[in-house]
């Protein structure tokens, strides 16, 4: 291996790699200090500068890396799918019911985004892909109206698991997280504790402005976990380092494409190395 | 964060105004800021790069050394060089062709092409009084075809009928032949979103391209994207040979520095951009309000 100084031309190439992966200027900089103390000027082969770089991504995320847990005293265990357009809620709740139904839980989906364009009838395809039963309103109805019928309805059949799918809404439109905030009141009204997850679904390619969308949407509807989608992609989601580090909020999967198995969990070992160009381990 | 950007500067280069004479820290410094200012506003490290290089030799000329306020002209001079770098004014959809003309949407999964492809086709019709057909290439996505159908439906303009099973390809050419032969003159294909690094996929939209020869190949692309904006505007550009970049979510609260990454490694005009979930939420890009945005101002 060539060794190589860590001298302020290295650091300036590792502070690259985690301004490309979107960890954005602060958050780069307190790992770039972090990873040079006690070894500026050190000669170090530039593999292990990269194991040292992802040792401490992965530290922010270790904590956050948690699973998520269906308590099964809840029937239905009712989760929230929340998020800004296109993010992919509508997916990851088709990938989740797979999930849940390989777990041998009954799953019913509710159709709560009523303004998009077929939004209803793509849930109803992963509804069926998945054998979870879906409870829809014609396009148009309210939404708030839906997620009540639909825990009614989850309730008396006994279901275990109810997801509710919402619309996307940008986080600085004040009508709309309203609404949302509406939602989450209506079904408060039927179960206390509910919903007993809030997902809040990020966009791997988006930049800074996920830290906005985790910090609103938490206030407006009390997020209780991440997932990062479209990891697949060419984006390494290196805003999620920041949001971990300022939110704490548990990640508990990424999305992998579009299919309905690519799903996984959060691993923050994994991400870590990926954000530092490591090879995947086996 | 404008104003933060500019006392920023003021307070580096307006104390040396007396001195008479700039030193290569003082402009470091200042470009430091400058640098902060557009990664923060997602400008990909590239585009900084090569931008804080032609803001650095006009910084360091005598405009700004004989200012009164060094720091306030050096804001002034990254405003225009921003500006000058998202390019003109008023470009817009070029149609000038013999019909059917065919205009290609593509993408990352869920920019907003199928959302983009009803505005713009109702921005066609009832604005230019063009006849328009809509085709959806989206074979992948759980109801792709139903959502462009509703959509053309809301806006009052044909989509092809779906008939399943057909490839994108297959799908594209029975557009430009129903297009022909209904005397259409313009036909819209939205294709399924796509990752970059997929090489099947992305070889599908080539051959999409090659079966219709569109006049108009358009990225879609969403302005909240980081840093990867660059390799999805450069990776679509060489596969397909983009003609224009819409710009969605322009109603996010985000900085935009997707524009100024996505123009400068393509040179490609942002012909339009969209501004809300709605099908009337399309409107022309103004670079002038762009680059205050991604300033913060
Ligand atoms: N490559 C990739 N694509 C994904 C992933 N998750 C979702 N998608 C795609 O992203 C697009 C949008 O996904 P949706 O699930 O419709 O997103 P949404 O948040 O429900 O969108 P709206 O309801 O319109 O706000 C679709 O094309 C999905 O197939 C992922 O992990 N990787
Ligand atoms: N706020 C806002 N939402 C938009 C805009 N453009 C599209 N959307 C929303 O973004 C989401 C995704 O839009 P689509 O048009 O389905 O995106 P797509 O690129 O066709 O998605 P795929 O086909 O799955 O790749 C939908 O919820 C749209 O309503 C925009 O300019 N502003
Ligand atoms: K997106
Ligand atoms: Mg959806
Ligand atoms: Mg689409």
Redesign the pocket.
């Known amino acids: 291996f060539v060794r190589r100084k860590l001298d302020a031309a290295a650091l300036e190439d590792l502070e690259d790699i985690l301004i490309q992966a979107d960890l954005g200027v602060d958050t780069t900089d307190r790992i770039i200090k972090a990873v040079s103390a006690g070894r500026y000027d050190k000669e170090i082969s530039a593999d292990e500068v990269k194991q040292v770089l992802a040792r401490e991504v992965e530290t922010t995320l270790t904590p956050v890396a948690q699973p998520l847990i269906i308590d099964a005293s809840h029937k239905p265990f009712v989760i929230l799918m929340i998020g800004v357009?296109?993010a992919g809620k509508t997916t990851t709740i088709g990938k989740l019911a797979q999930k849940f139904r390989a777990e041998g839980r009954s799953v019913m989906l509710a159709a709560g985004d009523t303004f998009?364009a077929a939004a209803i009838e793509q849930l109803k395809v992963w509804g069926e892909r998945t054998g979870a039963t879906v409870v829809a309103r014609p396009q148009g109805s309210d939404a708030a109206g839906l997620a009540f019928d639909a825990l009614k309805e989850a309730k008396e059949r006994g279901v275990d698991v109810l997801m509710i799918d919402t619309a996307?809404r940008?986080q600085n439109k004040a009508g709309l997280m309203a609404e949302l905030e509406k939602i989450v009141r209506v079904v408060k009204k039927f179960d206390a504790g509910a919903p007993h997850a809030a997902l809040l679904v990020l966009d791997a390619t988006t930049g800074q402005n996920a830290v906005n969308q985790v910090e609103i949407f938490a206030r407006t509807a009390g997020v209780t976990g991440l997932v990062m989608t479209k990891l697949d992609g060419t984006a390494r989601g290196g805003i999620l380092v920041s949001i971990a580090a300022k939110s704490g909020l548990p990640v508990h999967f990424i999305g992998v494409g579009e299919s309905v198995d690519d799903l996984e969990p959060f691993s923050a070992r994994d991400f870590a190395r990926a954000i530092a160009g490591l090879p995947e381990e086996h | 964060m404008f104003e933060s950007l500019s006392e920023k500067l003021s307070g580096i280069l307006d104390s040396l105004t007396r001195r008479g004479a700039l030193s290569e820290d003082d402009v470091n410094a200042a470009l430091r800021e400058v640098r902060r200012a557009l990664l923060e506003a997602d400008v990909a490290l590239e585009v900084v790069r090569s931008f804080t290089d032609k803001v650095r030799s006009r910084a360091v000329g005598a405009e700004v050394i004989r200012s009164v306020t060094p720091g306030q002209m050096v804001v002034k001079i990254v405003h225009d060089e921003l500006v000058a770098m998202l390019g003109a004014e008023g470009e817009t959809l070029d149609l000038e062709a013999v019909p059917p003309v065919p205009v290609l949407m593509v993408?990352l999964?869920?920019?907003?092409?199928?959302?983009?492809t009803a505005k713009i086709a109702r921005r066609l019709s009832e604005r230019n009084k063009r006849k328009v057909l809509l085709a959806s290439l989206?074979t992948r996505?759980p109801a792709?075809m139903e959502?462009l159908a509703v959509l053309g439906e809301q806006v009052g303009v044909a989509t092809l009928p779906i008939v399943p099973g057909q490839s994108a390809v297959q799908i594209a050419r029975r557009a430009m032949e129903a297009a022909r032969f209904g005397g259409y003159d313009v036909v819209m294909l939205?294709t399924?979103?796509r990752v970059t690094i997929d090489e099947e996929l992305m070889e599908e939209v080539a051959q999409v391209k090659a079966a219709t020869n569109p006049h108009e190949v358009l990225l879609?692309a969403d302005a909240l994207t980081g840093q990867d904006a660059v390799n999805t505007a450069r990776a679509f550009d060489s596969k397909v040979g983009v003609t224009g970049i819409v710009l969605?979510?322009?109603?996010?609260d985000g900085r935009g520095g997707a524009a100024l990454s996505m123009r400068g490694v393509t040179g490609k005009p942002i012909k339009l951009v969209?501004?809300?979930?709605k099908i009337d939420?399309l409107e022309e890009f103004h670079p002038q309000r762009v680059a205050n945005r991604i300033l913060g101002m």
Do not use: I
């Not at chain 2, 969605?248 to 996010?252: A, I, L």
């Open positions: 357009n296109g998009r996307g940008l | 993408g999964q869920g920019s907003g092409k199928t959302t983009t989206d996505r792709a959502q939205d399924a979103g879609v969605t979510r322009m109603d996010g969209g501004t809300g979930e939420a």
